[in-house]
């Protein structure tokens, strides 16, 4: 698996907590009255391929013929949900359960979505020139128009989200459940190396 996290590489993100699951979606909407009618994101504790995420500059989609470009500290990206090809999103609707926190969806068709699919990285103690690194790294996301952070935790949905854990995009950015690391990583450019 390569350690340096580059853009046009296939993730999973797994919340950093005790028992914190993938990020997850599929195709089923939230249900209506449940915030936007645009497509669940939720945690996952197994191995699914509706767990992978492409990752993408924020401007434009990755292209075969790119040179490897590493993600840094600081960095703004979209995270297009593999399976779908919708983008990673939130919005100033309320999230399904913790209702003070932000929804956080699906958006977009074939990987074009809008400004609400952009989020920054911020490696917990990084510096300008900080790559992310595969398993290592402690990051949290943070939404870029409306600053509130990715979040996880164990409360489940009912069975419209089959009752997965709840992610939501949270305001309090210094919370300990708003931290991931990237767990799986596929992109045959970058150097693999053995982490055991």
């Known amino acids: 698996m390569p350690e340096d996290l580059a853009y046009g590489s296939v993730i999973t993100l797994k919340n950093h907590r005790a028992a914190g699951g993938l990020l997850h979606s599929h195709w089923h909407l939230y249900p209506e009255g449940v915030g936007a009618r645009q497509q669940q ?19 434009r989609d990755p292209s075969e013929h790119d040179d490897i470009t590493y993600v840094h500290h600081g960095d703004v990206v979209r995270l297009e949900h593999l399976a779908t090809q919708r983008n990673l999103h939130s919005h100033m609707e309320s999230a399904p359960i913790t209702k003070r926190h932000q929804q956080v969806s699906c958006y977009g068709i074939n990987g074009t979505g809008d400004l609400n699919d952009i989020w920054r990285v911020d490696i917990l103690g990084g510096k300008f020139g900080d790559r ?3 398993v290592r790294t402690r990051l949290r996301l943070i939404h870029h128009t409306t600053g509130c952070a990715l979040y996880s935790h164990s409360k489940q ?8 854990m709840e992610v939501t995009c949270n305001p309090r950015k210094r919370d300990s459940k708003n931290i991931w690391n990237v767990e799986d990583h596929y992109n045959a450019k970058c150097k693999r190396i053995n982490f055991f």
Not at 41 to 59: C, E, P, Q, R, S
Request: no cysteine; aromatic share 16%; net charge positive.
């Open 41 to 59: 994101v939720t945690a996952y504790t197994h191995k699914d391929d509706n767990n992978k995420w492409l990752v993408k500059k924020f401007d």
């Open 132 to 134: 992310v690194k595969t």
């Open 157 to 164: 949905l009912p069975k419209w989200g089959w009752e997965q």
